[in-house]
């Protein structure tokens, strides 16, 4: 497949509530096998990508954060299509980054730990439970399907946000 462009904050494409899969088919995998190489060609600590940063509006996220040298661990390499929040507990506050948004990270509240349901690209219905740093990068990805970036949840822009060095 192909690596393609990560569309950058403030493009209006991020905003979209994207429209659910009504059927999983080749078109899907596609999008799923460009997140995966896009993802692959992104910076080494990529952990996330959600289909509408590459242009497609549709929901499907890929998760992984065994890639995290700092947070690794959790389920590996996720492909959720349809993704939800269907249970959450506590509360967390973590730093983060975002492909589409290369030159900010901020201080995030997330819920602790989530129950996530969604489908497999073979379409069987699956059950995530996560927590820690896993769950927050699921938090982050689904609510790119919302257009909702993380740049929309800092409450206080002059303690939690934080421009990045220049690299
Ligand atoms: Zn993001």
Do not use: W
């Amino acid at each position: 497949m192909a690596i393609r462009p990560v569309i950058l904050y403030p493009d209006p494409r991020l905003k979209v509530v994207c429209p659910a899969v009504e059927a999983i088919d080749d078109a899907t995998r596609a999008v799923a096998q460009n997140l995966l190489d896009t993802m692959d060609a992104g910076p080494p600590r990529t952990v996330g990508i959600a289909a509408p940063q590459i242009g497609a509006s549709t929901r499907v996220v890929l998760v992984d954060t065994s890639r995290s040298p700092k947070h690794p661990g959790g389920h590996g390499l996720l492909a959720l299509v349809n993704p939800r929040v269907i249970a959450s507990e506590g509360d967390q506050f973590f730093r983060e980054g975002c492909l589409s948004i290369p030159d900010y990270t901020a201080n995030i509240r997330r819920r602790r730990s989530v129950t996530v349901e969604a489908l497999t690209l073979d379409g069987e219905a699956m059950r995530v439970d996560a927590e820690g740093f896993e769950a927050v990068v699921l938090q982050h990805e689904i609510d790119h399907l919302d257009g909702i970036l993380f740049l929309d949840r800092v409450s206080n822009v002059k303690t939690d946000l934080f421009q990045r060095k220049v690299r």
